[in-house]
């Protein structure tokens, strides 16, 4: 049984951090690296692009709205064109990083309200889509199983990649809840029930009921606190489960 383990990385700017990318490398095997935009300059990519390498961690680009105050948690409205460029503009950027330090870019996963509105507007998801395809068609596109997004993806010939989410909740629709800050929640009940939602595909929403729920990559943000604890913790728990850790 095989099991992804990704963390959004390189969310600093200039002097300013939000988690120590250097310690949770050696725990995930894929890593969503902030391009620029709602996180992350040109030297903080290079070194986690770097990071992700001398680790043998996958490589995603983890593009989003133009956005730092509200690290990219806010809608913007733009044309499609615009979101296009924005996001090949982005990806770009981590590809030259990506490039020079000898890696592969492995897969695209939009960030913050970007990936929550891609799940629900179809001229978003096909946006992103296209954007994969005209980049490289080779690589994978991470999104949740519910939304339009991964439908989208299916019938352009996209490969995706189903996530949940440990530490984020879920309405009774099946929605994702994104926040502008993320709770604390106990290691033991964010580990328990990951491990409920790769065995018995259900997970226990806000309002208190339960919802099917399906994936193979498990999120965690960097910005949640005691989230490297999670991390650690998760990995030790899934490999005593016997889950084998490996990106796709």
Same mark, same amino acid.
């Given at each position: &049984? ?13 002097l300013?951090? $939000? ?8 725990f995930? #095997? ?7 935009f ?6 903080? &990519? ?8 001398? +680790? ?5 680009? +983890?593009?989003?709205?133009n956005d @730092?105050?509200?690290?990219? =948690?806010?809608?913007i ?5 615009? %979101?296009?460029?924005?996001? !090949? ?8 990083? !990506?490039?020079?330090?000898?890696g592969?870019?492995?897969?695209? @996963?939009?960030?913050?309200?970007l990936?929550?509105?891609? +799940?629900?507007n179809?001229?978003?998801? =096909? ?16 999104? &949740?199983?519910?939304?339009i %997004?991964?439908?989208?993806?299916? +019938?352009?010939g $996209? ?7 440990a530490?984020?909740?879920?309405d ?8 502008k800050?993320?709770?604390? =929640?106990?290691?033991?009940? !964010? ?5 409920? &939602? ?6 226990? #929403? ?17 910005? #949640?606190?005691?989230?490297?604890? %999670? ?5 030790? =728990? ?5 889950y ?5």
């Open positions: &049984m095989y099991v992804d383990l990704n963390v959004d990385m390189g969310e600093g700017f200039g300013y951090k $939000i988690a120590n990318d250097e310690e949770y490398m050696p995930i #095997t894929s890593a969503n690296i902030a391009c620029g709602h996180a992350g300059d040109p030297v903080i &990519m290079d070194k986690t692009v770097k990071l992700a390498v001398q +680790h043998n961690v996958s490589i995603g680009a +983890h593009p989003g709205f @730092k105050q509200g690290f990219g =948690r806010r809608e409205l733009m044309s499609n064109l615009e %979101l296009y460029c924005d996001l !090949v503009y982005q990806i770009g950027a981590l590809q030259a990083f !990506v490039k020079k330090n000898g592969k870019l492995h897969h695209i @996963k939009p960030h913050g309200k990936y929550g509105m891609a +799940h629900n179809e001229d978003i998801a =096909r946006t992103i889509c296209q954007v994969v395809l005209d980049i490289d068609d080779s690589i994978y596109l991470y999104c &949740m199983q519910k939304g %997004l991964n439908d989208v993806a299916k +019938h352009m $996209i490969r995706t990649v189903l996530e949940v989410y530490n984020l909740d879920y009774k629709e099946g929605n994702l809840i994104i926040t800050e993320h709770a604390e =929640r106990t290691s033991e009940y !964010v580990v328990n029930r990951v491990v409920r &939602m790769l065995k018995e595909k259900k997970v226990e #929403t806000l309002e208190g009921n339960e919802i099917n729920i399906e994936g193979s990559s498990i999120c965690i943000h960097s910005d #949640t606190p005691n989230s490297l604890t %999670l991390v650690k913790l998760l990995r030790q =728990r899934l490999e005593n489960e016997k084998v850790l490996k990106s796709p």
